[in-house]
């Protein structure tokens, strides 16, 4: 059974720092997602990653894919407050989402 | 404009009354797929559809029914609703296989309560 843990899972940075959250997943899969949730909204797609090694960026977020460690991450750089959200990450085929990281970030 | 599209947003009924949450995609995606929301739960998938007439159980099905007559609509079903169906509904479709690269698009969401 595939399971997909994000950490942290609370995280409260200050504007300008930078951070990384973390997607390990337990079976293997060459594609994963992730997906910006703000506040009482719904999900939108940032990044697809389809293969090991991949990298993508937009803006001051940057993710990445290894396969073999079973690991995404995605990182803020000089984090800015609109930035503040809940991110979650997915893996395939059957899509299974992480639990969701709570980032807010604070002037 | 491409979207998903749900109906109601909000709905607040009381146990045991049927409701049907619609869901509709203009992107002639053939995946569509129903999430619930809670917190600290992430999103978890109740059912989905590879195609017109094909549905399968996602992680949480109890509760719940769905059907693919159309490519374009996926309806919800709560044949008798019960309070742990309080919840955030997610609707999502795809573009699936070589054509596609199975990112989801999401609808609004549907915060449904039940009494």
Redesign the interface.
């Known amino acids: 059974e595939l399971k997909?843990e994000q950490n942290p899972?609370f995280l409260s940075m200050q504007e300008g720092k930078n951070y990384t959250i973390y997607c390990n997943y337990s079976t293997t899969s060459d594609?994963l997602?992730w997906?910006r949730q703000d506040p009482g909204?719904?999900?939108?797609?940032l990044f697809?990653l389809?293969s090991n090694g991949a990298v993508k960026q937009e803006g001051r977020l940057m993710a990445s894919l290894d396969t073999k460690a079973r690991l995404s991450t995605l990182h803020i750089t000089a984090a800015v407050h609109d930035l503040s959200a809940t991110y979650?990450c997915?893996v395939?085929k059957?899509?299974?989402?992480?639990?969701?990281t709570r980032l807010t970030i604070n002037p | 404009e491409a979207q998903v599209t749900q109906n109601p947003r909000y709905l607040i009924t009381v146990t045991g009354k049927k409701l049907t949450v619609t869901c509709s995609q203009n992107m002639n995606h053939e995946y569509m797929?129903w999430?619930r929301q809670d917190p600290?739960?992430?999103?978890?998938?109740i059912y989905y559809s590879m195609n017109v007439e094909v549905t399968d159980k996602g992680d949480v099905p109890e509760g719940y029914k769905v059907s693919r007559k159309e490519k374009r609509n996926f309806p919800l079903i709560l044949e008798s609703p019960s309070p742990n169906q309080t919840s955030l509904y997610?609707c999502?479709s795809s573009l699936i296989g070589q054509a596609g690269?199975?990112?989801?698009?999401?609808?609004?969401?549907s915060r449904l309560t039940v009494l």
């Open positions: 997909v899972l594609r997602y997906y909204k719904s999900l939108e797609s697809v389809l979650f997915a395939a059957k899509l299974v989402f992480g639990q969701g | 797929s999430y600290g739960l992430g999103l978890r998938q997610f999502a690269t199975g990112e989801l698009f999401f609808g609004e969401g």
